[in-house]
């Protein structure tokens, strides 16, 4: 905290935030499952990317994410710049617990529902700024976007009217149902056509296929590698629309991602465990009954003790089955929650009792038939690791319009780009957990 409030006296002195106007714009553009470590890796093109890092700034080590490491927590501090024991996102869902009943979740929920904080789209509106959205997390039913195509299932119910008719009529919706490529092109080319046509002063936008790519074949493989390149192509297209509205020499552009990835190819099944420790019972296709339950979030396991009655003693017998085995890097109780960010279970209803965390190389399923601990299966890839896993950071670039070129920082966190992009836009936040990077911001002139 001391090295933070040092730099940002420092930089006072240099650097003065823009003031409120329509004339500013900033582009944020999410690439999911996007490692840091790809940008320096030769193996992938990354022209588009690379130009832009090379006018902007960028990081050595990336930038450092949020935990849980998975999407839509980390989206939603990406525009708040807080974490999710903040901000109370931290499924990609709502996780509702019931007394004895394995916990369950939903995805389909609202803006209102999902996040405890405003939004930097919220912020923005009230400063009578223009916004826009295209699948991103955690902004369904939102008032304050003024074109919204969110991510959530039946998307198409909660986008924005005006938007959804331009969709049908540019042929773009064709192009969405064509799979996980054509997703993302046509979420790349909506975001491309709301600028051109409304000159948002801020848009967001998350592309999804290469999280998808990794899952399926693990991170530094030829397809991952592939689709990374199509991904830069998709940002061209994004950087060009600026271009085609005029707005280029006022716009600046946070390409960034929600998390690293990691292979792996052996996942901890906890839910075994703790079905032949009959803390929970299996009937036919389904848990039954339990006193304690394991969610997965892929490096981590969510793991919710369900009966008051006997909550320490089932405790203690998850740290007994799971401490020191193979796989399982810590287990961790709500006194470790703080040092990562994680939200204390008394305070949000939503959250796990104890965390089950894999080291490198493993994963957490969350099967509850069969037999043993550990499964063994070809190469995948994963992400939900604790974000102190270096394999976790997010890539990080930072360009045009307010941003120093040449600029280099060992790291940043990305509870630092909804404060960062603030002030661009004139509208600081009040009160973020995390800093604006004023050693990459140009001096006001």
């Known amino acids: 905290m001391l090295r933070f409030l040092a730099l940002a006296a420092l930089a006072t002195a240099t650097v003065a935030p823009a003031s409120a106007g329509s004339d500013r714009h900033v582009v944020l553009i999410s690439l999911d499952g996007f490692p840091a470590r790809y940008l320096d890796d030769p193996e992938v093109s990354l022209p588009v990317i690379r130009g832009l890092r090379d006018a902007g700034a960028c990081t050595a080590e990336g930038m450092h994410v949020s935990n849980p490491s998975v999407t839509w927590p980390n989206h939603t501090t990406l525009v708040t710049g807080v974490p999710p024991a903040t901000h109370g996102v931290i499924y990609n869902g709502v996780l509702t617990r019931a007394a004895g009943k394995p916990t369950t979740s939903a995805a389909e929920r609202r803006q209102s529902e999902l996040a405890r904080v405003p939004l930097l789209f919220d912020v923005l509106k009230a400063k009578g700024l223009t916004s826009a959205a295209i699948n991103w997390p955690c902004t369904s039913g939102s008032e304050s976007i003024d074109d919204n195509w969110p991510d959530v299932p039946k998307t198409f119910t909660y986008t924005t009217p005006r938007l959804k008719e331009e969709l049908e009529k540019s042929g773009l919706l064709k192009k969405f149902e064509a799979g996980a490529a054509g997703r993302d092109e046509a979420w790349a080319e909506g975001t491309a056509h709301v600028i051109r046509e409304r000159k948002p002063n801020f848009i967001a936008l998350h592309l999804l296929e290469l999280d998808s790519t990794h899952h399926q074949h693990g991170p530094e493989t030829s397809q991952g590698r592939e689709v990374a390149a199509k991904l ?154 604790l974000s102190t896993e270096p394999k976790m950071n997010a890539l990080f670039v930072a360009s045009g319009a307010g941003i120093k070129p040449g600029s280099k920082l060992p790291s940043v966190e990305n509870l630092d780009v909804a404060p960062t992009a603030a002030s661009l836009l004139g509208v600081p936040l009040e009160k973020p957990a995390g800093r604006v990077l004023t050693e990459i911001l140009a001096e006001s002139k």
């Open 232 to 385: 830069d192509a998709l940002v061209g297209k994004v950087v060009k629309a600026t271009e085609d509205a005029g707005i280029r020499d006022k716009t600046t552009f946070f390409i960034v991602a929600d998390h690293g990835f990691i292979a792996n190819t052996k996942t901890i099944r906890p839910n075994i465990a703790l079905r032949d420790a009959k803390l929970l019972a299996v009937a036919g296709d389904k848990v039954e009954s339990a006193r304690a339950y394991v969610v997965p979030e892929g490096g981590i396991g969510l793991v919710y003790l369900t009966d008051p009655a006997t909550k320490e003693e089932d405790r203690k017998a998850v740290h007994g089955l799971f401490d020191g085995v193979e796989g399982v890097a810590a287990v961790l109780d709500p006194a470790d929650f703080p040092r990562y960010g994680l939200p204390d279970p008394d305070g949000h209803p939503g959250m796990a009792d104890m965390v089950i965390a894999a080291k490198d190389g493993y994963s957490v399923g969350g099967a509850f038939k069969g037999d043993g601990l550990i499964q063994e299966h070809a190469p995948k890839g994963t992400h939900g690791y």
